[in-house]
């Protein structure tokens, strides 16, 4: 009965940690939608898309938390419907990372653009989630190598900041992935979370600085 109460406590906080992250990539997506109107940067265009689709994701997460705490008393299509919910989720966040690390540098032929969505075809949503969230930190980490390639370039305090805060989001995707092998709500959820919110947190600043005309100088070419 205790574990049940932690796994309830750590349920509520997940999705509401999810709540937070999601406010936070709308922000972030605004800003850069500002920047993109006043500069016409393409990189504006592709944050706001990104942050835009992670925002998203972390919504329905949340949301499907609360839908799969309300299954708990067998409630059979509520258990469907979380589950669907939270494949809509990582599909829309694994895009959202793909466009995030493309606009840190990712050459999108290289990469495929096909290969977020062709490998879903006749697959079980908890295959595709564990799919997705591969892909996830496959594009995390791409985008964390060539942004870190940058700074040892340009020695640019914002490349710094941008690489560590891909980097935590990236650490937060894979114990994310771990967790999808060890089924049940538990603290390690609110750890891969609280990674991203973090993350996303450290690039607001960034965004901001690149949304102005003085933060585009500052950043060269990305």
């Given at each position: ?29 605004r ?7 006043e ?13 835009v ?13 609360l ?35 493309f ?12 290969a ?44 710094l ?7 935590l989001?990236?650490l ?14 538990s603290?390690?959820?609110l ?18 600085e690149?949304?102005?005309?003085k ?8």
């Amino acid at each position: 009965m205790r574990l049940l109460e932690w796994d309830l406590a750590f349920a509520v906080g997940e999705s509401a940690l999810n709540v937070v992250g999601a406010f936070i990539g709308f922000s972030v997506a605004r800003i850069a939608r500002q920047g993109y109107r006043e500069t016409g940067s393409p990189t504006l265009l592709r944050l706001m898309v990104a942050f835009v689709f992670l925002g998203s994701g972390l919504c329905i997460t949340g949301l499907s938390t609360l839908v799969d705490l309300s299954a708990l008393h067998s409630v059979t299509y509520l258990a469907v419907a979380a589950s669907m919910l939270l494949g809509v989720a990582t599909f829309m966040e694994t895009a959202g990372y793909f466009f995030l690390a493309f606009s840190y540098g990712i050459n999108a032929r290289s990469m495929g653009k096909g290969a977020v969505l062709t490998p879903l075809i006749a697959t079980p949503i908890s295959a595709a989630s564990a799919l997705l969230k591969s892909l996830s930190f496959v594009f995390l980490l791409y985008g964390f190598v060539e942004t870190m390639m940058s700074y040892f370039v340009y020695k640019k305090r914002q490349t710094l900041m941008i690489g560590s805060a891909l980097a935590l989001i990236a650490l937060g995707e894979l114990v994310r992935w771990v967790s999808i092998f060890t089924p049940g709500v538990s603290f390690v959820l609110l750890v891969s979370v609280g990674f991203k919110i973090v993350g996303f947190f450290m690039l607001y600043a960034p965004v901001m600085e690149f949304s102005s005309f003085k933060g585009l100088g500052e950043y060269g070419k990305l």
